[in-house]
């Protein structure tokens, strides 16, 4: 898929006006998603929403589900960019959980995991403990 200038100035036409994104993806013969990633990508103003036809907007006030409680929440949605990503213990067991310690801007682990995972020891899979090891 070519986005030629001129492709790119109808898109925008089509975008200010307000046209949907799901029309603007027919007129340009791509995919709604294309049309999204592109608006991103071109920095175009983000736009809220919109309410299907035939479905009632949500009162002010109105109820809403009760959140899922903690307890149930995936540990994967308590990592951050700034949070160690270091595992600990068995995925598939309860109690898994990830380190959680703060890390340097960039980085995956905190500095103890850091240097856990680039130590090179090169002991892991080894039995270091049977004879003539050594």
Same mark, same amino acid.
């Given at each position: ?9 109808? /898109? +925008? ?14 007129? #340009? ?11 991103? $990508?071109?920095?175009?103003? +983000? $736009? $809220? ?46 109690? /898994?959980? /990830?380190? #959680?310690?703060?890390?340097? $801007? ?12 680039? +130590? ?9 403990? +049977?004879?003539?090891?050594?």
């Amino acid at each position: 898929m070519d986005w030629s200038a001129d492709r790119i100035e109808t /898109f +925008r036409k089509l975008w200010d006006d307000g046209m949907a994104t799901r029309a603007i993806a027919a007129a #340009l013969g791509v995919t709604k998603n294309a049309v999204v990633g592109k608006a991103y $990508r071109l920095g175009f103003e +983000r $736009r $809220r929403p919109s309410v299907r036809p035939g479905s009632a907007p949500r009162p002010v006030g109105a109820e809403r589900r009760p959140a899922t409680p903690a307890k149930s929440q995936h540990p994967i949605l308590s990592l951050t960019p700034d949070t160690c990503h270091w595992p600990i213990g068995d995925p598939k067991l309860q109690g /898994f959980r /990830f380190c #959680l310690g703060a890390t340097e $801007r960039g980085r995956s682990y905190c500095a103890t995991h850091a240097a856990r995972s680039s +130590r090179g020891s090169g002991r892991i899979g080894r039995n270091d403990d +049977r004879p003539g090891a050594g």
